[in-house]
């Protein structure tokens, strides 16, 4: 159902509670999503900026026309063309022929590569170009790589909104539309979790593009993001808090990441974070089974931490199928700034240990030291080791 947010202004996106795995099965999200989506009316013409996922187009759509009669739409402004957003454009299309569909040059090419369509009718855009409503004015700022190449942000002048599609963005349903009705700390929460396993690998692009866009002293009212709540209240906040994370964010926080089989590498995990908070106990020591917890959860711990430490036993000469897959996925967050170590338990070989760290290094974390690893099961000497090797860690890692 439509939601006025301004006279000009109206939400008329779809709240996805069900929503449970994003992007196939990469992405949780435990608090749903939203797909927004604005009707933007001007004195002279009214546009739409973005659409859906395709299993809601028929919704959308049918939600749409109560709100207004499709033919008085002018232009759909596609400022992003990955699916959730994309999804429901061919069935709005249907009503909706020759009515241009503003993006960028490479969303054209990607609606192309989705949709296939015949006879639609794109305007490329580029930073600077401006569409007039009358007495409102859109004007267009690329944001390649944040986080596709088509990104680009939408600005309304009249009403100082910035539209920032994935930007901004927090998969959390609510039927509060505004930052300031939700429980902050969820919101901080999944904004952070959204930052981490979406944007984080373009970190040095989201701080050009925040700092471009805060040099054009654009007065900005409120920040209307494709996902999750609009920033209504001091939105200034979360364009704080992301030039922060986009800047080698770490706390003094310390995730261990481990699976275990027999509980020898859980026991390694647990001594080590005895070890290191016996060194220093305000360090704040997180731990986390990779087979167990959510893996984007995991991510979201290892974003903020200044280190983290990976623990597999050796299974076939290698990891277990849990730690392989999240150092696959630490490789694509391409974090910087942060340090590392391995350990694990093994009966022969123990190749595992070795592997974790060339992995952690190839990723760009500083790797400490060769790691910990125990033969078969730990005696109270071993744990005595491990957890020396915890409290020696502490200080290698210099939290
Ligand atoms: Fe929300 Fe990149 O799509």
């Known amino acids: 159902m439509a939601k006025r947010i301004t006279d000009r202004v109206t939400w008329v996106g779809k709240t996805d509670w069900e929503l449970k795995h994003f992007h196939g099965n990469e992405l949780s999200t435990h608090r749903g999503s939203s797909y927004n989506s604005y009707l933007v009316r001007g004195s002279e013409k009214t546009v739409l900026i973005d659409t859906v996922w395709q299993p809601f187009d028929h919704e959308f759509v049918a939600s749409l026309r109560e709100e207004i009669e499709l033919g008085s739409i002018s232009a759909v402004i596609m400022q992003h063309n990955e699916t959730d957003h994309s999804g429901a454009l061919p069935e709005l299309m249907r009503y909706l022929p020759g009515v241009p569909i503003y993006c960028t040059k490479k969303g054209e090419a990607i609606i192309r590569g989705h949709y296939h369509p015949q006879g639609w009718n794109f305007v490329n855009v580029r930073t600077g170009d401006t569409l007039s409503l009358g007495d409102v004015t859109l004007t267009f700022i690329e944001a390649t790589m944040l986080h596709w190449p088509d990104t680009m942000f939408t600005y309304m002048s009249g009403e100082d909104i910035l539209f920032s599609n994935d930007g901004f963005g927090q998969h959390y349903a609510t039927e509060s539309l505004y930052n ?3 429980n902050h700390d969820e919101l901080m929460y999944e904004a952070e979790k959204y930052y981490a396993n979406i944007l984080a690998p373009y970190s040095q692009m989201a701080i050009r593009k925040i700092n471009e866009i805060l040099s054009m002293q654009l007065p900005v009212r409120m920040i209307c993001p494709s996902h999750g709540v609009i920033w209504k209240e001091n939105p200034g906040q979360i364009v704080e808090q992301y030039l ?3 800047d080698n964010y770490r706390e003094r ?5 481990y ?24 360090v ?3 731990i986390m089974n990779a087979a167990k917890d959510d893996k984007n959860d995991i991510l979201t711990q290892a974003f903020r931490s200044s280190a983290v430490l990976v623990g597999s036993p050796t299974v076939n000469n290698g990891c277990t199928y849990a730690i392989s897959g999240i150092l696959e996925m630490l490789h694509g967050m391409k974090l910087k700034q942060k340090k590392a170590a391995a350990f ?6 123990g190749e595992a240990v070795r592997q974790i ?9 500083e790797v400490v030291n060769e790691g910990c690893r125990c033969q ?3 005696d109270q000497a071993e744990i005595e080791r491990v957890r020396n090797y915890g409290a020696e860690l502490a200080v290698q890692l210099a939290l």
Do not use: H
Not at 253 to 257: A, D, F, G, L, N
Not at 357 to 365: D, E, K, T, V
């Open 180 to 182: 300031d009705c939700v």
């Open 244 to 246: 922060k994370w986009a």
């Open 253 to 257: 926080q310390v995730t261990i990441i």
């Open 259 to 282: 699976d275990t089989m027999w509980n020898s590498t859980r026991i390694m995990a647990e001594q080590i974070a005895a070890g290191i908070l016996q060194a220093d106990p305000t």
């Open 284 to 286: 704040t020591v997180r």
């Open 344 to 349: 694990g338990s093994y009966g022969w070989g």
């Open 357 to 365: 760290s060339a992995s952690l290094a190839a990723s760009g974390f």
């Open 376 to 378: 078969w099961v730990p």
